[in-house]
């Protein structure tokens, strides 16, 4: 199928897996790595009152889409976005030209979950949701299957890989686009 693409001077990346797979962190790294500017969805939701409230038994708040996407689409116009998020599927595809999807095994979330402080309930949705894959098969449903990407989180090894990886495609991308 066609991707509809902008025109940008510096693409786009989407950053998304389970909570506690590493996103923040990895998004952090590449911007440093690369420049490009670090937009954490789950703050910026939260500074900007971009919810409708707050679910108290789910410990987390209820997004207002609309809001957040006209609050996002003039940040990502021009590219140069490493966007973090947990959730991937709420894009618009044309705004993203690499999905990145964090991988994490079951100790080790549990583990930094644990560290977090999250209550039983989230931490069992949490690892069930990376066992089944949801944020990986929702991925490929909602972009094209070139551009998403499943990287391994476990070590900070996979952590400094992945980031070279990212660094290494960016430059690719500029060189392909006459950047
Ligand atoms: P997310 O943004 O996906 O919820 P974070 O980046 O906040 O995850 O990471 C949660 C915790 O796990 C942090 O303390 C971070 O240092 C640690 N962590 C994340 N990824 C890795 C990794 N690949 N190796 C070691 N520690 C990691
Ligand atoms: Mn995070």
Same mark, same amino acid.
């Given at each position: 199928?066609?991707?509809?693409?902008?025109?940008?001077?510096?693409?786009?990346?989407?950053?998304?897996?389970?909570?506690?797979?590493?996103?923040?962190?990895?998004?952090?790294?590449?911007?440093?790595?690369?420049?490009?500017?670090?937009?954490?969805?789950?703050?910026?939701?939260?500074?900007?009152?971009?919810?409708?409230?707050?679910?108290?038994?789910?410990?987390?708040?209820?997004?207002?889409?609309?809001?957040?996407?006209?609050?996002? $689409?003039?940040?990502?116009?021009?590219?140069?976005?490493?966007?973090?998020?947990?959730?991937?599927?709420?894009?618009?595809?044309?705004?993203?030209?690499?999905?990145?999807?964090?991988?994490?095994?079951?100790?080790?979330?549990?583990?930094?979950?644990?560290?977090?402080?999250?209550?039983?309930?989230?931490? =069992?949705?949490?690892?069930?949701? $990376?066992?089944? =894959?949801?944020?990986?098969?929702?991925?490929?449903?909602?972009?094209? =299957?070139?551009?998403?990407?499943?990287?391994?989180?476990?070590?900070?090894?996979?952590?400094?890989?992945?980031?070279?990886?990212?660094?290494?495609?960016?430059?690719?991308?500029?060189?392909?686009?006459?950047?």
């Amino acid at each position: 199928r066609p991707i509809p693409t902008m025109e940008r001077n510096l693409p786009n990346i989407l950053v998304t897996g389970t909570p506690g797979t590493g996103k923040t962190t990895t998004s952090e790294m590449i911007a440093n790595v690369t420049g490009l500017q670090h937009i954490n969805v789950g703050d910026l939701v939260k500074t900007k009152q971009l919810h409708e409230g707050y679910l108290a038994e789910f410990d987390t708040h209820i997004l207002d889409e609309d809001k957040l996407l006209d609050e996002m $689409e003039d940040m990502v116009k021009d590219g140069g976005k490493v966007v973090d998020f947990h959730t991937c599927e709420i894009f618009p595809e044309r705004w993203f030209d690499l999905v990145l999807v964090l991988r994490a095994d079951t100790q080790p979330l549990y583990d930094r979950m644990e560290k977090r402080g999250y209550n039983q309930r989230k931490l =069992q949705e949490n690892i069930e949701c $990376e066992i089944m =894959q949801v944020v990986l098969e929702t991925a490929r449903e909602s972009y094209a =299957q070139e551009i998403v990407i499943e990287l391994p989180s476990n070590t900070v090894d996979d952590m400094e890989s992945n980031v070279d990886r990212v660094n290494r495609w960016i430059e690719a991308w500029k060189t392909q686009h006459g950047k």
